[in-house]
């Protein structure tokens, strides 16, 4: 059974229970794919997307949102071959102030050894990771 992709507004609505009637809606999956009837997914644009609504519009805490989001993908019926890096990624943007993005990076390039080429001084101040400026790369 392939997983089914959630977009920012579905994940939003169950997060932010608005509107209450939309939010039943993807409670009611949430329940499904947790006894196993559906796989859900959640992929890393959509999660940089709803981090950004919830802790610029909805004004909730960066650690608070990624502690929310990353309980969610991993409830059994989540599925994901990045999974180990979003959660990842979602801890470091919780416990710092780079965007998620940025943490993305970090996690992808600490898991497996890619080194990643940015500018980004705070980036390279990550333990775990290999910061290149373009010009050190050749």
Known sequence: MKPLLLDTHALLRFI???PADQAAEVAKLM???DA???KLAVLPMVLAEALFVLTGFYEHSRL???DVLSHLISSPGFHSEEQEW???ALHLFGSGKLDFVDCYLAAASGRDGRTVVSFDRA???LTGNTVRKPG???
């Open 16 to 18: 932010t229970g608005e």
């Open 31 to 33: 329940s499904a794919a």
């Open 36 to 38: 196993g009837q559906v």
């Open 64 to 66: 608070k949102v990624a």
């Open 86 to 88: 979003l959660l990842q």
């Open 123 to 125: 980036l390279a101040k």
């Open 136 to 138: 050190e790369c050749c």
